[in-house]
């Protein structure tokens, strides 16, 4: 009987139903950041969909500088460097991405539904339980990615939360009581991110990111650019950029910051 406390690459590539990626699947016990690690590799040359895995991270990276608690044993902690071939003007999509082949990952093996609040957290029953990191190097001379390291965090087991995010955070366990195998996990999103990667030019994803997507209708303040605003949030156009109605009645598309909801506007959770 296969130990599902225990990550392995072999288990890992055999959930992996999309197998376009020819990079080899590290795990380690132990790391500062599976970001920083992939980075490095990724400065070196690893392949295209060369992933590394830490039980532990004891420097994990969250966006805007922040921390991302990562205890022993307790979630999903992978970084994935991808080469793509598509036009630059798309990088900015990966992250919508990477939310929705996540989703969809652990939607399949919890049953419950997950929702993406823009632009790379993942929540079940109104707390989040996955976040999302996109760093990426470009190659000035041919106006395309060199690569993008894809950070992704998942809250798998019940563990404790420090008192800053314990209202805020879950796991997939907490709130479903099911025990979920980390190696499936990571095939499952390892086979949906590769497929979206591949076929990001035909924005693949960006329907489910529509539908996932937990702040359009609802009132919000969101920080872009260092520039605060506020107003409704209309929907997601054709880029995965969040679309603001703003007090004077003009429209203002978001490309990346940070969002909060203000109220709840109709039936909206």
Not at 41 to 54: D, F, P
Not at 127 to 136: F, H, M, N, V
Not at 139 to 154: C, E, F, H, R, S
Not at 205 to 223: D, Q
Request: hydrophobic share 40%.
């Amino acid at each position: 009987m296969n130990n599902i406390n225990k990550l392995s690459a072999e288990r890992i590539a055999a959930f992996n139903k999309w197998n376009n990626m020819e990079g080899d699947i590290l795990i380690f016990d132990e790391l500062t950041s599976t970001n920083i690690y992939a980075k490095e590799l990724a400065a070196k040359g690893a392949a295209h969909g060369t992933t590394v895995i830490a039980d532990y991270q004891t420097g994990g990276k969250g966006r805007l500088g922040r921390s991302f608690e990562s205890p022993s044993g307790a979630g999903l902690y992978m970084s994935v460097i991808i080469r793509p071939d598509f036009d630059i003007s798309l990088a900015p999509m990966i992250t919508s991405a990477v939310a929705v082949a996540a989703a969809e990952a652990v939607e399949k093996l919890c049953g419950e539904e997950i929702r993406v609040k823009w632009v790379n957290d993942l929540y079940l029953n109104s707390r989040k339980i996955c976040g999302i990191l996109t760093e990426a190097a470009l190659n000035p001379t041919l106006k395309k990615l060199d690569y993008a390291v894809i950070g992704i965090g998942i809250n798998v087991r019940k563990c404790e939360f420090p008192k800053e995010i314990k209202d805020i955070a879950t796991s997939v366990e907490a709130e479903t009581g099911k025990i979920t195998d980390r190696n499936v996990l990571c095939g499952e999103i390892l086979g949906r991110l590769g497929y979206y990667i591949e076929n990001m030019e035909k924005k693949a994803h960006l329907g489910e990111y529509r539908r996932r997507e937990l702040l359009t209708g609802n009132y919000i303040t969101a920080n872009t650019g260092g520039e605060a605003v506020e107003g409704y949030a209309v929907g997601i156009d054709d880029n995965a950029n969040l679309i603001l109605l703003l007090s004077d009645g003009s429209e203002k598309s978001l490309v990346s910051g940070e969002a909060n909801l203000c109220r709840i506007r109709g039936d909206n959770k």
